[in-house]
């Protein structure tokens, strides 16, 4: 009794650290599961879970998460509906095994993509009619130094392709944030300045140009509305990153695949949905200055699933495994004469 007449202050901290370690450990595998992985608790206490999630904007009673993604599994829409695109063409959630993927531009403007990735060195064509001139791309080999003025914007995927590729991330600038989402991707302010403030998207792209954009975003909006809705919004994100970066080469990455056992067992999160939502933003891509890059050729089995030994959750890579998704950005970039 003594100590608390004495050291009250003292034993208020000793509580709320006792609390706080209490919350970390019943959240290392929910709201904290994305940060549990990457700390080593033989030399970091528990209750680190609770600051590095504050810090990102992750509390305990966040949504439900897979390793750090929120799940709207109940299908809610976030913001009010938008206008619809012709759902007919990616409803089916069939995937093309062609090896070349072909985007034809018509003088209509209309797109016909054939195809969903691109491997080796076969050639990513555009084909724009009504032109003087046929226009053709190829997706070629690249060395890191091509990275030096290259952005990449996504969730927690991207945040760990930072973290765990070095190489790149010393090259590149990373705008990537534990939980985002194709609707808060623009407005949300988490890219720290220089002074330690935290800006939007939307405005640090205003204040810095980038040659390459690169955009990996889909997961956590999975269980969010419907695709067309979903490619609507993600049309919209482009159209503002091309007001703002109008000499960039935008790159818009199909969302990476979850493991079979994970597909096979989520009524949303499945490599059929993930693949139906691939399709919709693979039409966005106009072969001139936005293309579509399926990077999941580098990490799925022949089944298209994620591979099971590249994972640690299902869902995210291991900090080995990066190596594959970097390798497949060296051997798939476009380079305009």
Request: charged share 25%; with cysteine; aromatic share 10%.
């Amino acid at each position: 009794m003594k100590i608390f007449k004495n050291c009250p202050l003292l034993v208020g901290v000793a509580a709320i650290s006792v609390i706080l370690s209490i919350i970390s450990y019943a959240c290392q595998s929910s709201a904290y599961s994305e940060y549990s992985e990457t700390l080593d608790f033989a030399s970091t206490p528990h209750i680190a879970l609770v600051f590095k999630g504050l810090s990102d904007g992750v509390y305990p009673w966040s949504e439900p998460t897979v390793g750090g993604e929120e799940l709207f599994a109940d299908g809610r829409n976030e913001i009010s509906e938008m206008g619809s695109l012709d759902n007919d063409e990616f409803s089916s959630g069939e995937k093309n095994d062609d090896a070349e993927s072909v985007i034809t531009v018509s003088a209509n403007g209309s797109l016909d993509v054939s195809g969903n990735s691109v491997s080796g060195n076969d050639s990513f064509e555009d084909t724009v009619s009504g032109n003087d001139s046929e226009k053709v791309y190829e997706l070629t080999a690249v060395d890191p130094e091509y990275f030096n003025d290259a952005l990449f914007i996504g969730d927690s995927r991207t945040v760990g392709l930072s973290e765990y590729c070095k190489e790149l991330d010393e090259r590149a600038t990373f705008y990537a944030k534990v939980s985002l989402t194709i609707f808060k991707v623009l407005n949300t302010p988490f890219v720290k300045t220089e002074n330690n403030d935290k800006i939007t998207v939307e405005q640090a792209l205003s204040e810095n140009q980038f040659a390459k954009i690169y955009i990996m975003l889909g997961l956590n909006e999975i269980g969010t509305g419907t695709p067309e809705y979903f490619a609507n919004a993600y049309a919209d994100v482009i159209a503002k990153i091309r007001e703002l970066q109008p000499d960039a080469i935008i790159y818009i990455q199909g969302i990476m695949h979850v493991t079979e056992a994970k597909s096979s067992t989520d009524k949303y999160f499945n490599n059929e949905n993930i693949d139906i939502r691939n399709e919709a933003i693979a039409q966005l891509a106009n072969g001139q200055d936005i293309f579509y890059l399926d990077m999941n050729e580098s990490v799925d089995d022949e089944n298209g699933n994620l591979l099971a030994e590249l994972t640690f959750d299902d869902v995210h890579l291991k900090a080995s495994s990066y190596q594959r998704w970097y390798d497949y950005l060296l051997g798939h970039a476009i380079v305009k004469q």
